[in-house]
């Protein structure tokens, strides 16, 4: 069964601090993919990234970055130089090739980000 | 244009009622999903549909219903609300499954409360 950990329930950051999200999944696949996502407090969900489970390649877009290893298990999301917009829900999301579940959700981690 | 629309966005209505939440994608994908997110922000799938065919249903009482007139569309039925349905809704879509890679794209949710 895929399984995903996200084992910081809030994260309270002063804007300009970074902060890093962290994602430890489960499977027994060799094919997966590791998805996140942003709820903002408006509420709907909004795509981040994806990451297949054959490139560990790091991502960089803007302020964001994320650290996927194997080895661990880990899909950590860092936001470097954070602001008050970056507060908002973070979900991390695994899908397993030969699965029956097309996506399970992590609880979520709660970003504040204060002035 | 709206990419993945439900109507509507709140819905209030008492115990033992029916209701219905539409969902439009207009992204042309060949999957839509319907996921239930309660208080504590857990996202759960409730059903996915792919070319009208039904392919996942987690353990959700019979009372919920989806019913896909055509690709573009994924409603869900609620019949004899209770109290404990009560909740934000998402509908999402995808190209295709995301067993096979693809990211979700999600509604605005649909939040119901049964009193």
């Known amino acids: 069964a895929q399984k995903v950990t996200q084992a910081q329930t809030e994260i309270s950051v002063v804007e300009k601090e970074d902060v890093t999200l962290d994602c430890v999944y489960e499977?027994?696949?060799?094919?997966?993919?590791l998805f996140w996502y942003k709820q903002p407090p408006s509420g709907e969900l909004v795509f981040l990234i994806r990451?297949?489970?054959?490139?560990?390649q790091n991502e960089i877009s803007g302020r964001y970055s994320w650290n996927f290893q194997k080895s661990t298990s880990s899909f950590n999301f860092t936001i470097t130089a954070s602001q008050v917009v970056d507060s908002a829900v973070y979900f991390c999301?695994?899908?397993?090739?030969?699965?029956?579940?097309?996506?399970?959700f992590g609880a979520g981690t709660r970003l504040t980000v204060k002035p | 244009d709206t990419a993945v629309s439900q109507t509507p966005k709140y819905l209030v209505t008492q115990m033992g009622n029916d209701k219905s939440i539409k969902c439009e994608q207009n992204?042309?994908?060949?999957?839509m999903y319907w996921y239930k997110q309660d208080s504590k922000k857990f996202l759960k799938i409730m059903f996915s549909?792919?070319?009208?065919?039904?392919?996942i249903n987690e353990t959700v009482p019979n009372r919920f219903s989806p019913k896909s007139p055509d690709k573009a569309h994924l409603n869900l039925h609620i019949n004899s609300l209770e109290l404990g349905d009560s909740a934000v809704y998402f509908c999402?879509?995808?190209?295709?499954?995301?067993?096979?890679?693809?990211?979700?794209?999600f509604g605005p949710g649909t939040r119901l409360t049964v009193t």
């Open positions: 999402a879509s995808s190209q295709e499954r995301s067993r096979y890679g693809y990211e979700q794209y």
């Open positions: 499977t027994r696949d060799t094919t997966y993919y």
């Open positions: 990451r297949n489970s054959f490139d560990e």
């Open positions: 999301a695994l899908s397993e090739a030969y699965g029956n579940n097309d996506m399970r």
């Open positions: 992204l042309g994908h060949d999957t």
């Open positions: 549909y792919n070319n009208k065919e039904l392919i």
